[in-house]
DNA sequence: GTCTATAAAATGATAGAC
DNA sequence: GTCTATCATTTTATAGAC
């Protein structure tokens, strides 16, 4: 009952806290947070139900330690974008971020995206503050580099949107794409990284 | 228990499958599958749970007939390409009836990323045949208009999907947009349709 | 820390009156 | 066609033994 989330001491607490975070993530990823059960979450840990309650109170309360510790994951390609470097340069290295992002992790890739179809109920704060303040600040530096001519003439925040919804497109909608692309490939991001890279680079020659 | 939804004949019957469509197309788009319940698609329609169960006699059917209704739309824009006319010209057709879609018909995009970003469990069956086909076919339709050189040379596969990512994002993902600009616009399709169409100029010419 | 048992609420669906 | 009442199940969460 009185459990210190903040520091768990022992071996087998952190053994279990890592298992439910991870069996989360595959649950809340594949069905949304209204669609999981705490019976499916348990299960994947490989814990009774009773027991997922132990370390977490609720239902809410792993979704929310789920979230707060993907944030930062999230956030670290935007974050990165040095104003310093090469304006060109600097943006595909963010696309390509970006995209071994949605390879190497697309399960918190639909997490997130589940999160913010549904209206991100659950996320407004975040979205709102960290986020908003972090795109107001890499904007204003893409704005730059367009007015000393280092980059085509672009509404930045555009920009943005659209390197998200490329690269985040072939983890949150790799079922339609594997489907659709069933006889010829077997990896839904084959090609993707080659693509969207060629594109960008069109897009923001100046 | 005998309905016939096929030719629902009085005004009242079609009135109540309407509002109920109408409820259900809220209601599913902003919840999921899981995430809905009957309660709140009965209460959006403004009529009682087994009133809306004598309807449809079931929440899956429910969700299958609105994905029914609705697939005819969401292929429209795709199928309008027309392989006799200006490959440039039909390409920035295709987005531009995307881009409305995507503004005029928010609800019936988020109805369908929630169900591919969940895996498509529901929709397996329309994907791997009906939308498949349909994009193999304008996938050839575009290599023919890139080997007469009237397009730049891409993979037409990885040009779709970049064309329904781009589109799509701002109806799918509208929450964080308008969360990320809460400060500096009211609707979240404000200069996308501007943007998209450019950086689509860009991108085709050969 | 982990388990069995169980409470309490929500939810999908049905029965039967009108 | 629509309603009230109700059932059966699922699901979140707690109690208490070990």
Redesign the pocket.
Known sequence: ?T?EKAK???R??KQ?IAAIMDAALEVFSTNGF?G??????AQAAG?????L???F?????IHIALLSELLGIWLAPLREINPEGDAQAELMAYIRRKLELSRNFPRESRLFANEIVQGAPRMEVFLQNDLKHLVDEQAKVILNWMDDGKLALLDPYHLIFSIWAMTQHYADFDAQIRMVRADQITDSHDGAEEFVQSIFQKILAP
Chains 1, 2 share one sequence.
């Open positions: 009952m459990l768990p001491r022992t087998i607490q279990n209204r999981s059960t705490l019976d499916q979450i814990i009774s139900k009773p027991n309650l132990y370390y109170n609720s239902k809410q309360a």
